[in-house]
């Protein structure tokens, strides 16, 4: 240890993080605002300088990167350990730092007793500053070693950070917020659902009491995993508070031989000392520029229709070709046929797993309607659910055996489906085939919904061991498998919704589906829920008919459009519903997202704070010469008028001409400040800090403006 460094230091534009190494276990010292040449990481170790408190230990045990029982941690051990002999109680020590920049560093630490190697991984992007830490564990000891539970790096937090913000929710209402204080205690969110669930996104925001959109310190945490797993914030008797991500393993789900490692799901985590619109300018910047194929992110967005909520399982060519001609005259770029289409499929009881084109539908297969499409100018995608199937098919009747399940418990019944055991190099190899025929078949297909329908209750695999791990770790492959014979087709995941949106299949897919939900008024709070980590352009959201078909609920065109276009947009409907009005509004909303779809997928994204009565952001294009922001009145104000609506994100000293670009028609009882402002030019700091005075509107209104800098 003596000739290790006692201190490393990275740096971003905005943030820095300081590894203290002085006690054998590499610990967090600082993170957060960046800090000038004047200070020192020497300055810092000195004034954190902790005395021995009355009945507790001389020396406290430090909130390692994994602090563990070895170490005698009283919190939550990073490591969870079992080899018949004493792997529990791992305690490695820092053996050598790798760092040949200011933005990564590796640890690796030993345990010499137990010939357990221990290394972590940090990077610090230096232009978005999110970090993505890593954890894994090696077993050199010729005993087989049981990893119960292996956390990312655990993360201290500087004492004045009091408050949690997680993300909750179930299916049709996903990404909902809720903030707490701290306790004395933990705040523990576990998920056991073999996904990324509807109920606990893996991400949490810990920030300062009074912190908002625009100012306050705030830390963001979220892991890129698409299993299960766990988050865990404590706050410790003696003051200090740490932040603990990782993947929720099943009981001998992970058995390392000699020589054989595990690592963690990466986390990524960020700082700002500017409020949650920094923070999330960060992850969306890292996922622009770190996640995505560079294939989608210069190429604009094309507007979905989906046959989904339109026509279900009642497939007829020629209601699909007509669907196809009105949904091409609305101005739809891309037809993706849902549900419904394969063998057997009359319902959601039967077909599954039998991926070969009906014929008693598709006579002459799928390319009377995929041509129909191509020739109105659209693109084709189509539905798979690749990891299930339906007792009621020919591949269960074939192999009964190929389904996750455990010894001499009945299957828990969930939408007519069970889920196929991936871990099977034989069950991979059949679906690669079944897709991959389909795609070759028809090689006009550019995008797969790739959907996920049910929980995974039991998880045993064919030896009868636990197997969400592989399994997740499949599905990854398979997909990666699928994406290179076929490269230029898309891939959107959806479980349900958003029960399966994480950084870990983001890596390998395309676009996600938010919800199904498309009841605009939930999608105000889905969407800006999942904006806290996820940009606009891989959010689908989609305009649903003119009554929801989950809530029930009756909201104009105008605001259906007006909310669908903050995303990636399409539509979802029977357009036989529509009438020359709501074609004409379609059509003219659907213009506007055409000609500010570039600046939606890649301007900055300032949301407002929630007031009670509406939900309110914009997005500001880099150079400050174009924005967009969207008032969305969801109840009537208590008072007689509304507040001032403050702009965000302009250039204070930039003219700016204000115009309401949506809706085209508003029906307004009295004259307003909108029949004023249009064509009118603003300073950037008379927008920003006196704000304008809305109009009087119903609520479910959503207004449009746009602002161009001269």
């Not at 603990?244 to 799901?265: D, F, I, N, R, W």
């Not at 997909?479 to 919704?497: F, L, M, Q, T």
Request: hydrophobic share 35%.
């Amino acid at each position: 240890m003596s000739n290790l460094a006692q201190y490393v230091h990275l740096r971003s534009q905005q943030a820095s993080l300081i590894i203290d190494c002085r006690r054998n276990t590499p610990e967090v010292l600082y993170w957060g605002k960046v800090l000038s040449k004047n200070t020192c990481p020497e300055m810092l170790g000195i004034l954190q300088t902790r005395q021995e408190a009355k009945c507790a230990l001389v020396e406290e045990v430090p909130i390692s990167l994994s602090p563990c029982l070895g170490n005698g941690f009283t919190g939550q051990p990073a490591l969870d350990l079992f080899d018949n002999g004493i792997a529990w109680s791992v305690g490695a020590s820092l053996q050598a730092i790798k760092q040949d920049n200011d933005q990564s560093v590796v640890f690796v630490s030993f345990d010499e007793t137990r010939q357990i190697e221990l290394t972590h991984t940090i990077d610090l992007d230096f232009d978005t500053n999110v970090i993505c830490a890593s954890t894994r564990i090696k077993n050199l000891a010729d005993s087989l070693l049981n990893v119960n539970y292996c956390a990312a790096p655990t993360f201290s937090m500087p004492d004045h950070i009091s408050k949690v913000l997680s993300f909750e929710g179930r299916w049709s209402m996903e990404f909902q917020q809720n903030s707490i204080d701290l306790f004395l205690g933990a705040f523990v969110r576990e998920n056991r659902k073999g996904k990324t669930s509807h109920d606990n996104f893996p991400g949490v925001i810990l920030h300062s009491e009074h912190a908002n959109e625009a100012s306050g310190e705030c830390y963001g945490f979220h892991l890129g995993w698409s299993g299960n797993h766990r988050t865990r914030v404590e706050l410790l008797p003696e003051q200090r508070t740490y932040v603990q991500m990782g993947e929720l393993l099943g009981a001998g789900e992970v058995q390392l031989k000699q020589g054989e490692s595990y690592t963690s799901p990466s986390l990524y985590l960020s700082y700002s000392a500017a409020g949650f619109g920094e923070l999330s300018h960060n992850y969306h910047r890292f996922v622009r520029q770190q996640i995505l194929s560079s294939n989608i992110t210069k190429v604009p967005r094309p507007v979905h229709y989906n046959t989904w909520e339109g026509i279900y399982f009642d497939h007829n060519i020629d209601t699909l070709k007509n669907l196809a001609n009105i949904m091409a005259n609305v101005g739809a770029e891309r037809f993706v046929l849902d549900d419904g289409w394969f063998k057997g499929r009359r319902g959601d009881n039967a077909g599954l797993g039998d991926w070969i084109v009906d014929e008693a539908i598709y006579p002459n297969g799928l390319s009377p309607i995929i041509d129909h499409v191509n020739d109105l100018g659209m693109a084709f995608g189509i539905w798979f659910e690749p990891e299930m199937v339906n007792p009621d098919s020919d591949l269960f009747r074939d192999h009964p055996e190929w389904v996750l399940s455990t010894e001499g418990n009945p299957q828990i019944k969930f939408r007519h489906q069970l889920v196929l055991d991936l871990t099977r190099t034989e069950v991979c190899d059949y679906l690669f085939k079944q897709m991959n025929d389909v795609l070759n078949d028809y090689p006009q297909i550019s995008y797969i919904k790739w959907d996920m329908n049910r929980d995974i209750n039991h998880t045993g695999d064919g030896q009868g061991k636990s197997a969400i791990h592989a399994q997740t770790l499949a599905v990854y492959a398979l997909i990666d498998r699928v994406k290179a014979a076929h490269p230029h087709v898309e891939i959107e995941s959806c479980s349900s919704g958003g029960a399966r949106i994480d950084y870990g299949v983001l890596a390998h897919t395309d676009r996600v589906w938010t919800s199904d939900s498309n009841d605009a008024l939930d999608r105000l709070m889905i969407q800006r829920g999942c904006s806290f980590f996820f940009p606009a352009e891989i959010m689908g959201s989609h305009v649903g008919p003119r009554d929801c078909h989950i809530t029930g609920r009756r909201i104009s065109m105008e605001m259906r459009i007006a909310v669908a276009m903050f995303g990636s947009m399409g539509m979802e409907m029977d357009p036989r519903e529509l009438d020359e009005e709501d074609i004409a509004c379609l059509q003219a909303g659907l213009g506007i997202y055409k000609d500010y779809r570039s600046l939606i997928h890649s301007g900055r994204l300032y949301r407002a704070d929630l007031n009670g009565n509406s939900v309110d952001f914009g997005v500001v294009a880099d150079d400050k010469s174009l924005a967009l922001f969207a008032y969305n009145s969801v109840v009537e104000t208590r008072r007689t008028m509304p507040r001032k609506y403050r702009f965000a994100g302009l250039d204070p000293d930039g003219l700016y001409t204000l115009d309401l670009v949506w809706p085209k028609k508003l029906f307004e009882y009295s004259k307003s400040i909108l029949s004023v402002i249009e064509g009118q030019t603003f300073s950037g700091e008379v927008l920003m800090n006196y704000g304008m005075q809305l109009p009087v509107v119903f609520p479910q209104t959503s207004l449009i403006f746009k602002l161009t800098k001269q």
